[in-house]
C-alpha cells in the first residue's frame, strides 16, 4: 500500500511541476518528503497525498480552504524538491553566443525596425525561465547594459520567473557570494556591483531592468500578460529534471510567449526527442538556438528557401560546416581527462585496454553530469565506483568539483586532498584548491598552491593568470604585471581560435585581449 503511494506521489509531482524522481534517487526524495510531513499536521503520507491531491482535483468534495492549503504546500514542496545551482554567466559558450550574436542580432532588427517607423518604440522583451536564485538574468541585464548604450530610448523588460519562491527571495534581493561570480570578469563585477559585508550586491540600476516573479512552466493555462512578445526566452538547466510531456508542455508555454523569429536558448541537448514543430533549429558552434516560426507554421521549416532566409541564418549555414569541424563538447571533456592515452606496456594489452576505455567512459559520463549540474548524481556514482577504484584520482577530482558547485567547499577540499594523495603532481585539483583558499579570503595559501603549480608545470596559464588577479587585489602591480605577462607569452604561442579550458572554454584570442587590458 505504501509503496502505491508513493508512486501516486511521484506521478503526481510530475504531472503537477514536471519534476521526474528517478529510480536512484527515489530513497533520497522520500526522505526529504517523509521529513515535511513530520513538520506538518498530517499523519501520514496518505494524508499528505490527499492534501497535495486536493489542489489539482475539480471534485467539489474539497472546499477553498482545502485547495489554499494544498497550493501552499505545494510551494513548500517545491522549495524542497527543486535544485537551485546556478551562477553568473554559466556556460561560456552560450553567454558569448549571445553577447556576440543573438543579443546583437535582436537589437539590430529593432533599430532598423524603428528606424522605418515599422515599430512604435524599441523594446526589448527577454525571460529566464527557471532562474533560480538570479545569477541568469542578472547575467542577461549585463549583457545588455553592456550592448545597449542608450537605455533611456528602449522599453527594456527582463523577466525572471522559478516555481521556488525562496530562490526568488534570494534573487529580489540580488546579493550573492564569491563563488557566484567564479565565471564573471572582475570588471563587470566592479562595474554592476557594490559590495555588501562579504558579499557583493547588484547595483540599483540593474536590479530595477529586472522583474521577478513565481511561475509554474507547466501551468500552460497561466501566463502572465508580462510574457506576450517576447524576443528571447532562456531556459536552461531546468528540462534536465523534467519527463518528456512535462517539457513538451513547457515549450507549448514559451511558445505562446514569444513573437515570431523570437529566439529560444536552452541547455544543451536539453531538448532532444522533443517536437519542435514551430522552430527553426539554428546551429552555432557554441549551442544550437531555436527561432520560433510563429503559431501556424509547424512543419513550416522545409519551406524556407533562399528569399526567406534571414542574414543570420546565413551567417548559420556558413557556420555549420565550420562547427562540424571543431571538436564537440565531449572530445574537449575527454581531452581533460586523459585516462585512455596512458601509454599500456605489459602483456595484457587488449584487456587492459578495455579496462582503461570503460574507465574513460564512466569519466566521461560523469563529466557530462557535471556539465549538466546534476551533483548530487556525480556525487552519488563516484562514491559507488570508488570502492572498486579508490586510486581513481580523477573520481576524486570530478567529486571535488562536484561539491565546490553546490557550495560543500569542505567536502570538495577533502576530496581535493584524496587526489593529491595519489598523485601530489596532479595540478587541476590544486588549482581547486587554490581557488577555495582565495574563496576563504586565505590569499597567502592561494598563492603558495598557485606557485607550486607553475613550479610544476611552467606553462599553466591558469596558474599564472589567478595570481596575476591576487597580486593585483593586493596592489602589488608590478608582480601582478609579471604575471599577465608569462600568461600572454605563452598564450601567443597558441593559434588564435583555439580554446583553452579557463573558467570555462575560452577562446585564446579573448583571452589575449582580457590580459591587455591588465598590462
Ligand atoms: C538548476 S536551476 C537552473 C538555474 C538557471 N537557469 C541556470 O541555468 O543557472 C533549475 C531551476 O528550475 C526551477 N524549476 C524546476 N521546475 C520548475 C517548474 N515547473 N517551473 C518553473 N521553474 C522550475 C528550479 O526551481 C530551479 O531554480
Known amino acids: 500500500m505504501t509503496q502505491i503511494l508513493w508512486d501516486k506521489l511521484r506521478e503526481l509531482i510530475s504531472n503537477r511541476i514536471g519534476f521526474i524522481i528517478r529510480q536512484q534517487d527515489i530513497q533520497y526524495f522520500q526522505r526529504k518528503i517523509e521529513t ?41 514542496l517545491a ?27 535582436i537589437i539590430a532588427d529593432k533599430r532598423e525596425a524603428y528606424q522605418k517607423a515599422e515599430l512604435p518604440f524599441l523594446t526589448l522583451k527577454v525571460w529566464s525561465a527557471g532562474c533560480s536564485t538570479g545569477e541568469e538574468v542578472y547575467s542577461l541585464a549585463m549583457l545588455i547594459s553592456e550592448l545597449i548604450p542608450d537605455p533611456a530610448q528602449w522599453n527594456i523588460v527582463i523577466i525572471g520567473t522559478d516555481i521556488n519562491q525562496s530562490f526568488l527571495d534570494i534573487a529580489r534581493q540580488g546579493v550573492y557570494k564569491k563563488w557566484s561570480f567564479r565565471l564573471t570578469d572582475p570588471l563587470l563585477k566592479v562595474k554592476y556591483f557594490l559590495p555588501h559585508k562579504q558579499n557583493w550586491q547588484i547595483k540599483p540600476h540593474l536590479r530595477s531592468m529586472v522583474t521577478f516573479y513565481q511561475d509554474n512552466l507547466i501551468d500552460i493555462e497561466n501566463i502572465s500578460h508580462h510574457n506576450y512578445g517576447l524576443d528571447l526566452v532562456i531556459c536552461r538547466n531546468v528540462f534536465i529534471y523534467f519527463g518528456l510531456d512535462s517539457i513538451s508542455k513547457a515549450i507549448k508555454k514559451i511558445a505562446s510567449t514569444l513573437r515570431p523569429n523570437g529566439y529560444l536558448i536552452s541547455g544543451h541537448a536539453e531538448l532532444q526527442a522533443i517536437n519542435l514543430d514551430n522552430f527553426q533549429p539554428i546551429s552555432f558552434s557554441e549551442s544550437v538556438v531555436y527561432q520560433y516560426l510563429g503559431e501556424n507554421q509547424a512543419n513550416h521549416d522545409s519551406q524556407i528557401n533562399s528569399e526567406t532566409t534571414t542574414k543570420l541564418e546565413q551567417q548559420v549555414i556558413n557556420r555549420v560546416s565550420l562547427a562540424q569541424q571543431e571538436p564537440n563538447k565531449l572530445s574537449l571533456i575527454s581531452e581533460h581527462i586523459s585516462l585512455a592515452d596512458k601509454p599500456v606496456t605489459n602483456p595484457q594489452f587488449n584487456k587492459a585496454k578495455s579496462e582503461l576505455n570503460s574507465s574513460k567512459l564512466q569519466l566521461d559520463n560523469i563529466q557530462i ?12 556514482q563516484i562514491k559507488q565506483l570508488i570502492k572498486q577504484q579508490s586510486d581513481c584520482k580523477e573520481l576524486y577530482y570530478l567529486m571535488a568539483q562536484a561539491y565546490a558547485n553546490q557550495g560543500d567547499l569542505e567536502e570538495a577540499q577533502i576530496n581535493c586532498d584524496h587526489a593529491l594523495e595519489i598523485d601530489s603532481m596532479y595540478i587541476a585539483p590544486l588549482l581547486l584548491l587554490a581557488q577555495i583558499a582565495e574563496e576563504h579570503n586565505n590569499h597567502r595559501t592561494a598563492k603558495e598552491l598557485l606557485k607550486r ?43 588564435r581560435n583555439e580554446k583553452i579550458d579557463y573558467q570555462g572554454q575560452t577562446k585564446v584570442d579573448d583571452l589575449l585581449n582580457h590580459i591587455k587590458s591588465k598590462l
Request: no cysteine; aromatic share 12%; charged share 25%.
Open 79 to 105: 522549495n524542497i524538491i527543486t535544485n537551485g545551482e546556478s551562477f553568473f554567466f554559466r556556460d561560456r559558450g552560450q553567454i558569448d553566443l549571445l553577447a556576440n550574436e543573438i543579443l546583437p542580432k
Open 36 to 76: 515535511r510531513i513530520a513538520q506538518t499536521k498530517y499523519k501520514n503520507l496518505e494524508e499528505y497525498y490527499h492534501l497535495l491531491n486536493s489542489v489539482s482535483n475539480k471534485n467539489d468534495r474539497f472546499d477553498s480552504s482545502q485547495k489554499h492549503s494544498s497550493e501552499k504546500e505545494w510551494n513548500i
Open 369 to 380: 553530469l557535471l556539465d549538466e549540474g546534476q551533483y548530487y548524481q556525480v556525487i552519488k
Open 453 to 495: 603549480i607553475i613550479y610544476l608545470e611552467p606553462l599553466s596559464i591558469a596558474a599564472y593568470l589567478d595570481l596575476g588577479a591576487i597580486y593585483r587585489n593586493e596592489n602589488d602591480l608590478h608582480r601582478s604585471k609579471k604575471m599577465y605577462q608569462a600568461a600572454y607569452d605563452i598564450l601567443q604561442e597558441s593559434p
